[in-house]
């Protein structure tokens, strides 16, 4: 008799392979695959073909010689995604703009008024000035009208050029001057008026320009104007260059965004929450009203729409009105969110406050039907068993050293899902938004990646930089030697250390950043996530309750979260560890090894007739 048990996750499908009779249990192998689909729909089939083809060509069987299968009460959870910017910047009348081009030529701080090039010859000399190069200006061109101005006397302290000519300019000039280029819409600055420019030294930021106090001693403002410039300086901070241009007429603004308010219907009471006040403000609601029952919100929002989403997906697949999806869960994590400014003359970008929202909807296993009729049409005979989470607890009881009481966590990528069972081997378990996908989510948000793929990678591997062509500085500070020279695509650039294997980033921010922002997203997702989940099924909400945590899921096999966790949980004096499915297969399966167990004990208790 051999038997398949199949765990169908919302990002990976595994399967396990077993031989029983009736008194044994034999483990054949274990298979993977991506998902195929929505979980618990028909789709799933492709993916479950997949892992099984894995599974059986590891144990040197045929698909055709499984004679049972077994899948859990399958509860969909969909999950999604949202981040709202809650404050943005608006520049109105060209009044004061902050920009931070990748390669600004010179150093140094200038003040002074703007003038265009072409009118450089009729200035006076005892007046500062901030010069304009537009784009129909070469380089060699700009660059001998400015050395003509100089040596005429004429006071340049400063250039704003169109192109990404910056340090060409700069390299052609006898005086050194801070020069900012890539100003896309130079035409639309005020001539005239005051500007400030500052340009760091190479390894340095900007001191002045990233300090209202130091804008309003540069351009002389007054308190009023001082406190219109805080969210240019705020803007600013630890760029390497920037500049400033105050028109009389014109104002920055940072207004906040009616980003929304949701409801939490809960067992307890009811609150309705604005999000522009944070995601703590939403969280403490959440812990207030109870076990959550559903979730509403402003519709043409950012939150409402994704709500909308969420529950039309669930709507499709099983046949419900919309109005009869209920969200089961919730997560908030306050965030920084890029946005490029409103009226802004080079495309700036300017960092701003948002918080992102994971939700979820537990749907019924009424729609299973179509994925069994699947299974049974491509692979064998196949029954429905017990709940997900209570399969998962009865893989992780094969990992070796493990006894109830027994908690068990198994953060995936729409959900962190948590159990326990005591002493009278009574279970409690809960189900949580907010997992590895929106880890993935805000790293690229708050990297302005545009590319979920490559954030996906910044997740799951460490980083190194080259800084030769025989060793490359790994993020912890360890130093990796070559014998032979790197490629020349690896030199000076930030890498992605793929098991050994090292894979250029071609992004702009340097690897401290890049892991600080990545650390930060895990702890406030995975870590703060994990730690509510298994507080919901301690006994008494009391973590120094759990002595044991088996730790299961792919997630688990995370190059640091797991060691994050361990950091925070230590503090209450609990053990905590990564599984090890059946003495072998790591973290990996405790869902399909606990499916084919019940399965083959279903048998063998003669509640499954074949």
Not at 8 to 19: D, F, K, Q
Request: charged share 20%.
């Amino acid at each position: 008799m051999i038997v398949a048990g199949i765990d169908v996750g919302n990002s990976t499908t595994e399967v396990t392979l077993a031989e029983g009779n009736k008194n044994t249990i034999r483990f054949l192998s274990s298979g993977i695959s991506d998902t195929t689909g929505l979980k618990g729909t028909q789709d799933n089939i492709v993916g479950i073909l997949n892992a099984l083809q894995d599974a059986t060509k590891k144990s040197g069987i045929s698909i055709k010689d499984i004679d049972l299968c077994g899948i859990n009460k399958v509860s969909p959870v969909i999950g999604d995604i949202a981040v709202q910017n809650v404050t943005e910047t608006i520049i109105t009348e060209s009044s004061m703009i902050g920009h931070n081009p990748d390669t600004p030529g010179g150093c140094g701080i200038g003040v002074g008024v703007i003038v265009d090039i072409n009118l450089l010859e009729n200035i006076s000399k005892s007046q500062p000035v901030i010069v304009l190069v537009p784009s129909d200006w070469s380089f060699q061109k700009a660059a001998a009208e400015l050395q003509k101005a100089l040596k005429n006397g004429i006071n340049v302290v400063g250039a704003i050029v169109q192109n990404n000519d910056g340090v060409l300019i700069s390299n052609r000039i006898n005086k050194t001057i801070p020069i900012i280029d890539e100003v896309k819409n130079i035409e639309k600055i005020p001539k005239g008026s005051i500007a400030a420019i500052e340009v760091a030294p190479p390894g340095q930021y900007i001191r002045e320009l990233s300090n209202p106090y130091g804008i309003a001693t540069l351009l002389k403002l007054s308190p009023k104007e001082t406190k219109k410039v805080i969210p240019i300086a705020k803007s600013l901070i630890g760029k390497r260059s920037g500049v400033v241009i105050m028109a009389p007429e014109g104002e920055v603004k940072e207004k906040v965004v009616p980003a929304g308010s949701i409801t939490l219907i809960g067992k307890n009471n009811e609150i309705t929450v604005d999000v522009s006040e944070g995601a703590d403000a939403i969280m403490d609601a959440l812990s207030m009203v109870g076990d959550l029952l559903n979730v509403t919100a402003e519709k043409e929002t950012n939150i409402g729409s994704m709500l909308h989403h969420i529950r039309s997906t669930m709507a499709a697949v099983s046949g419900l009105p919309t109005n009869e999806i209920m969200i089961s869960d919730l997560y908030a994590v306050d965030t920084i969110v890029p946005l490029k400014v409103k009226g802004g003359l080079a495309n700036e970008i300017f960092m701003e406050s948002g918080v992102g929202i994971a939700a979820m909807v537990k749907s019924n296993s009424a729609f299973l039907g179509a994925l069994i009729t699947e299974i049974e049409k491509n692979i064998a005979p196949c029954c429905i068993l017990g709940d997900e989470t209570l399969m998962a607890l009865l893989g992780a009881f094969t990992t070796p050293g493990t006894d109830i009481p027994l908690a068990i966590l198994d953060v995936g990528g729409g959900s962190i899902d948590a159990a326990y069972i005591d002493h009278n081997y009574e279970v409690r378990r809960v189900n949580m938004a907010g997992a590895g996908n929106m880890v993935s989510l805000l790293i690229n948000e708050e990297l302005s990646l545009h590319n979920i793929e490559v954030a996906e990678e910044l997740k799951k591997y460490p980083l190194g930089k080259s800084e030769s062509l025989f060793h490359i500085r790994n993020e912890d500070g360890s130093i990796s030697f070559f014998k032979n020279p790197l490629r020349p695509e690896l030199f000076a650039r930030v890498l992605l250390n793929k098991n050994g294997d090292y894979i250029p980033i071609l992004i702009e921010h340097t690897m401290d950043k890049i892991r600080s922002i990545r650390r930060e997203v895990k702890y406030n997702v995975l870590v703060r996530n994990s730690i509510r989940a298994l507080k919901k099924v301690a006994p008494n909400n009391d973590l120094r309750k759990l002595e044991y945590i088996v730790m299961i899921g792919g997630s688990s096999l995370d190059f640091e979260y797991p060691h994050m966790l361990m950091e925070e949980l230590t503090k209450c004096g609990v053990v905590v560890g990564q599984g090890n499915i059946r003495g072998k297969e790591g973290p990996r399966n405790a869902v399909a090894t606990g499916l084919a167990i019940a399965l083959l004990k279903e048998i063998q208790d003669g509640k499954i007739e074949l």
